[in-house]
C-alpha cells in the first residue's frame, strides 16, 4: 500500500510538471507575440498597406510539441489553415488602410491541437506559432515583419474538482463543433496580428 502510494504521488508530480512546463510555454510565446516595436520607419510602413491578400504556408518542418509526437506534423493542418485564412480574412482585408496594396503572409512552424478526447481526459494543451510578413502585391518587397505570432490554448479545466467533475468540465470546454478549437486558436492568432498592423507611435 505504502509503495503504490508512493508511486502514484510521482506520477502525480510528473504529470503535475509536465502540465506546468505547458503553461508556462504558452505564455512565453504569448509574450513574446506580443511584443511589438514602434520603429517610426515600421509604423509608417505599416499605415502606408492596406491587406488586399492572405496566404497561409507551412514550413517543411512544420511539427507538433506533445511528449508523444515531437516533430511529427499534425493530421489537423489542414484544417487549421483552412480556418485560419478564413478568419483573418474576415478580419484583416482592408487593414491599416493605406494605399499599398499588400499581401499578408503567415508561415507556420507549430501546430498542435488536442484531440477532443485528449482534452477530456488529459487536459491536452494546443498552441500555433509562426512568422508573418507583410509584402507588396505588385513588387513582392517586403514591407514589414513579424518574427513570432503565437495562439495557445490550455487544456487544463476543472482541476482540484475531482477526475470525474474534471471530465464533465473539459467535456463542456470541448464541446461544439470538430473545428471549435482550430477556431479558438485562429481568432486569438488573428488579434495578434491585427494589433501588429494596427501599430502606433
Known amino acids: 500500500m505504502y509503495m503504490r502510494l508512493i508511486r502514484d504521488t510521482d506520477a502525480l508530480a510528473v ?64 484544417t487549421v489553415v483552412r480556418v485560419l485564412k478564413g478568419t483573418m480574412e474576415k478580419e484583416l482585408i482592408g487593414l491599416p488602410g493605406g494605399p499599398t496594396r499588400a499581401r499578408l503572409v503567415v508561415t507556420l512552424h507549430v501546430v498542435n491541437l488536442a484531440t477532443k478526447a485528449g482534452r477530456i481526459l488529459i487536459h491536452s494543451d494546443s498552441q500555433i506559432s509562426g512568422t508573418v510578413r507583410l509584402e507588396d502585391v505588385r513588387t513582392g518587397h517586403l514591407i514589414a515583419e513579424q518574427p513570432v505570432v503565437a495562439a495557445g490554448n490550455s487544456g487544463m479545466r476543472g482541476e482540484g474538482l475531482g477526475i470525474f467533475v474534471a471530465m464533465a468540465v473539459n467535456a463542456a470546454s470541448a464541446a461544439g463543433p470538430d473545428d471549435i478549437l482550430a477556431q479558438r486558436l485562429s481568432r486569438a492568432f488573428t488579434q495578434q496580428i491585427k494589433r501588429w498592423l494596427l501599430t502606433k507611435k
Open 15 to 78: 504529470l503535475l510538471m509536465r502540465y506546468i512546463s505547458g503553461g508556462i510555454a504558452i505564455m512565453l510565446l504569448m509574450i513574446l507575440s506580443s511584443c511589438v516595436t514602434a520603429d517610426p520607419r515600421l509604423v509608417a510602413a505599416l499605415q502606408r498597406s492596406s491587406v488586399r491578400e492572405v496566404r497561409i504556408e507551412t514550413a517543411p518542418d512544420v511539427k507538433m510539441t506533445g511528449l508523444f509526437t515531437e516533430g511529427k506534423p499534425d493530421p489537423q493542418l489542414a
